[in-house]
Structures are given as structure tokens and as C-alpha cells.
């Protein structure tokens, strides 16, 4: 039964976008994984989209998915560019990755408007500002 499945709580795995240059002004940006444990983390899989509505019409992206074997402790990779004329949609990042022999998942949701340099905040490991969620 699904109620006998352990769920485990992903903590310390943050997604970031952050302007490739550091200006908010940039037409590319970036967008990181970022692993804040003292593990690494392994067959990690990201499947990424977004959806919603622009210039009056509803839109979707292609999901585009990526792989990582391992991800070493307090470390990051760069997963892609996203281009600014996306943030007017709402952008998902979906992680799965195994910890100490234990799957976990779980969404990141930038909702339409909030990657902005308003809700920026420093990012440890890259050294750099951006919009993130743990």
C-alpha cells in the first residue's frame, strides 16, 4: 500500500537561477543544483518545464531532463541557460536522487514573476546572488 512507503524529506538541495554575468539585466541566465549536505548525492535525475500564460495564450515548454551520477557534498552543477522572456511562465524543476540508499524527490516551482533581483539572496558554494529555493 502506498500509506507503507516511507517518504523521506529532501532537505539541504536547493535550485538556483542566477544571471551568468551577475546582472539582472542578462538575457541568459543560469540555473544550478545545489547540494548544501555532507553527502553526495546519487543517480540524480532533473526534469525540468514550464508552463503558463504569455502574451494571452497558454504555453508549455519541452521537458528537458538531465542526469548526474553523483553529486559531491557542499558542491553544485550547472544544469542550463534559461533565457528572461521564461520567467514571464512559471518554471519547475523536478529532482530525484538517492541518499544513503533512499530515493527522494521533490518539486521546485518558480512561479510566474518571482525570478527578479528582488528575491534575490547570496548563494553559498557558487559565491553569487540569485533567486533560490530549498
Known amino acids: 500500500m502506498k500509506k507503507d512507503i516511507p517518504q523521506y524529506k529532501v532537505e539541504d538541495v536547493a535550485i538556483v537561477i542566477s544571471p551568468e554575468n551577475e546582472n539582472p539585466d542578462d538575457e541568459i541566465w543560469d540555473v544550478y543544483l545545489v547540494n548544501l549536505k555532507k553527502e553526495p548525492l ?53 529532482i530525484s536522487f538517492t541518499l544513503n540508499k533512499h530515493m527522494y524527490d521533490k518539486k521546485y516551482i518558480f512561479v510566474t514573476g518571482s525570478i527578479s533581483k528582488d528575491n534575490f539572496t547570496y548563494v553559498p558554494l557558487i559565491d553569487r546572488k540569485g533567486v533560490m529555493i530549498k
Open 42 to 94: 546519487e543517480n540524480v535525475l532533473i526534469n525540468s518545464r514550464g508552463y503558463g500564460e504569455y502574451n494571452g495564450e497558454t504555453v508549455k515548454t519541452t521537458i528537458l531532463r538531465y542526469f548526474y551520477e553523483k553529486i559531491a557534498a557542499n558542491s553544485f552543477v550547472k544544469v542550463e541557460l534559461i533565457k528572461r522572456q521564461l520567467f514571464e511562465i512559471s518554471n519547475e524543476y523536478w
